[in-house]
């Protein structure tokens, strides 16, 4: 069932409506706005994330003048089904979620765990993607991968801000600087600003599940990068502690791309840097060469 173009694109993430979509056995929750202009941008996000974990600065100021489409996986937020066990597919599920909004063209733009999936979307259907972002990532077989998802520190920092009464992301993605510290409430700030029709959390066996697939991509065999024909963004924060910011370096040796490496970060880096990163991948999608 493909979306219909009569209904009017909202004009911000905090009042963009949820929406559903049958894909195979599943029904899939997601949001869209901006105008139909050019190729639309789908948004892959994070561990654990949900729809109401993305930026609205960030994806307000995208949509201004591109189509920004946002979904949850199976078995995350809203969405029914089980969290795939594999990257390839979680990809497989992603790009019949494209097929059943009826385009053939897309941009991709991965956060974190998002970040795998869009590098094996782009491997296994080049044809349908045309530029690709890949931000606080890494490839398949990444040195550490499998290491801090899997390891106790991810729970620990979940319990410091448990004791904390915060978000757990103020301590995994932001570096306990006084900027870092800054920036994560102001992030953590924004998230809120949504108050209608918000998405369901992530349920803890789909968390669980996720981490499951991701220690399986950290121990996957390297692919060959070098086949992802899409000209690629690579963007990390200098001291991701979620996922090594040298497998950006890494994948920035073997995928024909550019690479932004943003300083006294963390794996939040894209959005403590929110305003030079939207500037980057915007002139990054507008280029024609």
């Known amino acids: 069932m493909a979306e219909s173009n009569a209904l009017p694109r909202p004009?911000?993430?905090?009042?963009?409506?949820?929406?559903?979509i049958v894909v195979g056995p599943d029904t899939l929750v997601y949001r869209a706005l901006g105008p139909e202009n050019g190729v639309p941008l789908v948004l892959l996000t994070h561990l654990g994330a949900t729809l109401d974990e993305w930026d609205p600065r960030f994806v307000d100021a995208l949509a201004r003048d591109r189509r920004i489409v946002a979904?949850?996986?199976?078995g995350a937020g809203g969405s029914t089904g089980r969290v795939p066990?594999?990257?390839?597919?979680?990809?497989?599920?992603?790009?019949?979620?494209?097929?059943s909004l009826g385009l053939t063209?897309?941009?991709?733009?991965?956060f974190s765990l998002g970040g795998f999936v869009a590098q094996q979307l782009a491997l296994d259907?080049?044809?349908?993607?045309?530029?690709?972002?890949?931000?606080g990532t890494g490839p398949a077989g990444g040195t550490g991968i499998d290491r801090p998802t899997g390891g106790a520190y991810v729970y620990w920092d979940m319990v410091r801000a448990a004791i904390a009464r915060t978000d757990a992301k103020e301590f995994l993605f932001f570096p306990r600087t006084p900027p870092g510290k800054t920036a994560a409430k102001a992030y953590l700030a924004r998230l809120r600003e949504r108050v209608m029709d918000r998405d369901a959390p992530i349920r803890l066996p789909s968390f669980h599940r996720q981490i499951t697939t991701i220690?399986?991509?950290?121990?996957?065999e390297p692919q060959d990068l070098s086949a992802i024909g899409a000209p690629t963004l690579i963007a990390n924060g200098d001291h991701d502690r979620m996922v090594p910011t040298a497998l950006s370096h890494d994948m920035h040796a073997r995928i024909p791309d550019s690479t932004l490496i943003y300083p006294g970060a963390g794996h939040g880096g894209v959005f403590q840097h929110g305003d030079e990163f939207v500037d980057a991948v915007r002139t990054h999608l507008d280029t024609n060469s």
């Open 11 to 20: 004009a911000t993430w905090a009042t963009a409506p949820n929406r559903r």
């Open 71 to 74: 979904l949850d996986l199976p």
């Open 85 to 99: 066990d594999t990257v390839a597919a979680m990809a497989r599920a992603a790009e019949g979620f494209v097929a």
């Open 105 to 110: 063209q897309v941009d991709l733009l991965g």
């Open 125 to 135: 259907a080049p044809g349908l993607v045309r530029r690709v972002v890949l931000a």
């Open 215 to 220: 220690r399986g991509w950290g121990r996957a």
